[in-house]
């Protein structure tokens, strides 16, 4: 029976529940813990990179114990409410640090919530999508559903992405309204606290519509790789491993970029009002990004090969970083301006969001020519370790900058404080020179390491067909 529009509508709203709280933990939880309440950015940064390693290493692990799991409400429901609940209680206690927390007592208090917040993650999001071929019938269905569901994904971190700095002044401000203008950190403080508690509600009644909706209809193998499984994969395919580096490189970019953006509107960018621009940046982001992915790409492909498309993101994403800091050495602090690096570096990102999936997926086609063995899952299950890899690479370098450059609440004004100004340049430099270090060195290893042209693949299909592999 195929897949009413109920249970459709059931998924989908799970997903935006999901990665609203995923936005809201990978945007603002350094911001929170080093800002606002002033821990050391290199402390938060190694116990964020720590967390998120950890978290990679254990998707396997709970990928086993999702599919060794037999219940009335079949293997993967449970575990999705349960992670979903406890994730959602965790993600209010992460953004609701005790007051009497200082020094030692706060990163400890930081470190123990981080990691329990990625662990109860972990227990919710294996199952989420792993459950899809255990309800659908398979094909255009399986196909169709994916898709939506990971465009709902998109509307939820969207949407993080866009209200959170309004949305938390308001609610700190209606919880200090007698002190608001002596209140400084504390609006956002508490504001960050309300906002977790709406968002950790938003997420389980999203879930646990999802669970009521969707009903096991059939009992599937869930195959979960082990990280010895995936590195084996790795070393045997000289293409999957060019572009496994090539994807750390892109996304720890990315990561650096946006880590350090709410810094950059808030201490450089400056003003009252830097939340509305810091939001209005966002949404533009957000927007290039989907356009660049949805209606860009398959344009391009129209007039050129794919590999052409990926060097053109490559120079958009490079050309538009160094017009970025060739805009910030003038000073040029106009909204309009920065709209227009803002433009190639999210389209540019968008662009490689997509060929870094198809490129990994050309490299399994690869993988069974050279070596015989289709490791189709192991390879995509990689794509989500190396991402959280560079994620945990990225925000740690974030940490270390703020760090260096003194760049916190303490931060005085660039145009009163010469030392200021320093720090301001750091700053600069730190979310525009690395990003385009990262980049010239992936397109660098790219060109050198990866064969597979559309020539090629069709040689590789070809030979398939045959019954051939590579010679030996």
């Known amino acids: ?8 509508a059931s998924y989908g709203l799970g997903a935006v529940g999901k ?33 998120r390693i950890f978290d990679a290493f254990n998707d396997p ?30 993600l209010y206690l992460v953004f609701s640090a005790p007051p009497s927390l200082t020094g030692s007592g706060l990163v400890a208090y930081a470190a123990i919530f981080y990691v329990l917040w990625g ?28 898709a939506m569901a990971r465009s709902c994904a998109g509307v939820g971190s969207a949407l993080i992405t866009v209200i959170t700095m309004l949305v938390v002044p308001i609610l700190g401000g209606i919880a200090h309204p007698a002190e608001k203008a002596q209140a400084g950190n504390m609006i956002e403080i508490t504001g960050f606290s309300y906002f977790a508690l709406i968002v950790a509600v938003i997420f389980i009644v999203f879930i646990t519509i999802t669970c009521v909706t969707i009903k096991e209809k059939s009992s599937v193998d869930m195959e979960s790789p082990s990280i010895g499984t995936m590195f084996k994969a790795l070393v045997t395919n000289d293409q999957a491993m060019a572009v496994v580096i090539t994807i750390v490189l892109v996304n720890a970019s990315l990561y650096i970029t946006s880590n350090l953006l709410i810094y950059f509107f808030k201490y450089d960018i400056a003003g009252e009002n830097w939340n509305n621009s810091y939001v209005l940046f966002n949404t533009f982001g957000g927007g290039m990004q989907i356009i660049s992915m949805m209606v860009i790409y398959p344009l391009v492909r129209k007039i050129m090969s794919i590999t052409k498309v990926c060097y053109l993101s490559f120079f958009c994403a490079i050309g538009g970083y160094a017009v970025l800091l060739i805009m910030m050495m003038a000073g040029a602090k106009s909204m309009v ?33 050279k070596n015989g063995r289709r490791d189709e899952s192991v390879i995509f299950s990689m794509q989500t370790f190396v991402v959280k890899l560079a994620s945990g690479v990225a925000v740690f370098i974030t940490g270390v900058a703020l760090d260096l450059f003194n760049i916190s609440k303490n931060t005085d004004n660039v145009v009163e404080n010469a030392s200021a100004s320093s720090n301001i340049m750091g700053l600069r430099m730190t979310m525009t020179i690395l990003p385009i270090a990262g980049l010239l060195i992936a397109v660098f290893i790219f060109a050198k390491k990866y064969i597979l042209t559309e020539e090629k693949l069709e040689e590789i299909t ?11």
């Open 462 to 472: 070809a030979s398939l067909r045959s019954g051939k592999g590579a010679e030996a």
């Open 119 to 146: 662990v109860t993650y972990t227990m919710m999001d294996i199952p989420f999508w792993s459950m899809i071929p255990a309800f659908t019938e398979g094909g255009k269905e399986r196909e169709g559903l994916t």
């Open 337 to 369: 301006l920065l709209f227009i690096p803002g433009f190639f570096v999210f389209v540019a990102f968008g662009l490689l969001t997509v060929l870094t999936t198809v490129f990994l997926a050309n490299t399994v086609d690869y993988g069974e020519y």
């Open 1 to 8: 029976m195929k897949l009413s529009l109920r249970e459709k």
């Open 19 to 51: 990665d609203m709280v995923y936005m809201l933990s990978a945007s603002y939880i350094l911001y929170y813990y080093q800002d606002l309440l002033g821990i050391k950015g290199t402390i938060m940064g190694a116990i964020m990179m720590a967390a």
């Open 61 to 90: 692990i709970m990928g086993v114990i999702v599919a060794k799991t037999k219940t009335k409400w079949g293997k993967f429901r449970p575990w999705l409410m349960i992670g979903t609940i406890t994730n959602a209680i965790v």
